[in-house]
């Protein structure tokens, strides 16, 4: 019996979910962030590249705070947990 692949809800929970289609929402999502709110895309590949060379690292999520990573790291107020990359200043 074929099963039809779960459609995006906005008040499911991930297990709800088809997990390709909310890991390609989820990069939609950071695609589309507003640009004062994201990293230079240098600086996100930067981010990446630590959080890939980190042992917390665990499908995609950081075990120290729980979040995913690729959000994390392309928004500019947000930093590492365990201070590997930091915030960026923010002009007032």
Same mark, same amino acid.
């Given at each position: 019996?074929?099963? %039809? !692949?779960?459609?995006?809800?906005? #008040?499911?929970?991930t297990? &709800?979910? &088809? @997990?390709?289609?909310?890991? %390609?929402?989820l990069?939609?999502y950071?695609?589309? /962030?507003?640009d &004062?709110?994201k990293?230079r !895309? /240098?600086? +996100? &590949? @930067?981010r990446?590249?630590v959080?890939? *060379?980190?042992? $917390? /690292?665990a499908? *995609?999520?950081?075990?120290?705070? *729980?979040? +995913?990573v @690729? $959000? ?5 107020t947000?930093?590492? !947990?365990?201070?590997?990359w #930091?915030? @960026?200043?923010?002009?007032?």
């Amino acid at each position: 019996m074929k099963t %039809e !692949p779960k459609s995006m809800c906005r #008040k499911c929970l991930t297990t &709800d979910m &088809d @997990e390709r289609q909310y890991f %390609e929402n989820l990069h939609s999502y950071i695609a589309n /962030l507003d640009d &004062d709110i994201k990293v230079r !895309p /240098l600086l +996100y &590949d @930067e981010r990446i590249a630590v959080c890939k *060379g980190c042992n $917390l /690292l665990a499908d *995609g999520m950081c075990r120290a705070c *729980g979040c +995913y990573v @690729e $959000l994390r790291a392309a928004m500019r107020t947000k930093s590492c !947990p365990y201070g590997r990359w #930091k915030a @960026e200043k923010t002009m007032s």
